[in-house]
């Protein structure tokens, strides 16, 4: 039951929403102490069993259609693996959630978990909320940053680069959206590409994403390297602008260079920070 857990809990996905609490709480000045340890914990795996279970459970009837499901891109767990999965996402976030509420940042920590729950759940489902979909999803890799930071004094530049990472996260919801355009409609789920259409929204992706890049050059040195790497995403995204609804699942091809980009941007990511500090 364990292994089913954490197989549902994305694990390759996990650093997208550890690293950025850990960097945004060491760059806030907040020191190494306890709180780092567990705040980098939560988002690390209870954070991702709450955030993925839950979806797993709600989009059940979508993503035993969808092919790429059932591997590093998903879980698609048994019915009696529903309940548990959900009892997980609470007995493995919530105490933690109260311990970090006592040192600050209620109401980030709040909605943050807000946005984990409305996201996939009914009757909110702001995932069946095209355009809401992906600002939520944004969401949740902002939020661990600001939560983050809010533990100490958010450093120079915090904002403008907290919204360059909400259109990245946008526009890599909006691209992950792409590839299940099929298995939605089959499995009577709503998205921003079932109601855009593939095409236009993976130009959308393409704009969202050199928004981000190019807003990262207005940052002190040598910021400017990780909006270099950041035209990654636009260019992986722009092979697939004439994407159409029957060939929308060769569009998990940009995902999985996705995946790996984010390693790679991650790392020169860290190396800038580090330079910084």
């Not at 909320?129 to 902002?142: E, K, Q």
């Not at 992706?205 to 990262?216: P, R």
């Not at 390297?225 to 995204?237: K, Q």
């Amino acid at each position: 039951m364990i292994k089913q857990i954490l197989h549902a809990s994305r694990p390759l996905s996990w650093v997208n929403t550890a690293f950025p609490f850990a960097a945004a709480y060491l760059l806030s000045g907040a020191g190494v102490n306890w709180l780092l340890i567990l705040g980098t914990f939560f988002f690390l795996i209870p954070y991702n069993i709450a955030m993925y279970g839950i979806n797993d459970v709600f989009d059940y009837e979508s993503d035993i259609r969808n092919p790429r499901k059932g591997g590093v891109e998903g879980a698609v767990l048994p019915k009696q693996m529903h309940t548990p999965l959900l009892w997980a996402s609470a007995l493995s976030t919530l105490p933690l959630l109260v311990i970090m509420a006592t040192q600050g940042a209620v109401g980030w920590l709040l909605f943050s978990a807000f946005c984990v729950v409305a996201y996939s759940a009914p009757p909110l489902r702001f995932k069946e909320r095209p355009v809401l979909d992906s600002a939520t999803s944004s969401a949740h890799f902002v939020t661990p940053a600001i939560i983050g930071a809010a533990y100490g004094q958010p450093p120079e530049g915090f904002w403008l680069a907290m919204a360059s990472f909400f259109l990245w996260g946008m526009a890599s919801h909006a691209l992950g959206a792409v590839q299940d355009v099929q298995s939605d409609r089959a499995g009577g789920l709503h998205s921003i590409a079932t109601k855009l259409g593939p095409r236009l929204t993976v130009r959308l992706v393409v704009v969202a994403y050199a928004l981000a890049a190019s807003l990262l050059f207005f940052l002190p040195s040598p910021a400017w390297l990780i909006g270099l790497a950041g035209f990654g995403y636009a260019l992986n995204a722009a092979r697939f602008m004439g994407v159409t609804v029957q060939t929308s699942p060769s569009v998990n091809r940009a995902w999985r260079v996705f995946l790996v980009l984010n390693f790679v941007v991650g790392a020169i990511l860290t190396m800038v920070l580090l330079a910084l500090t």
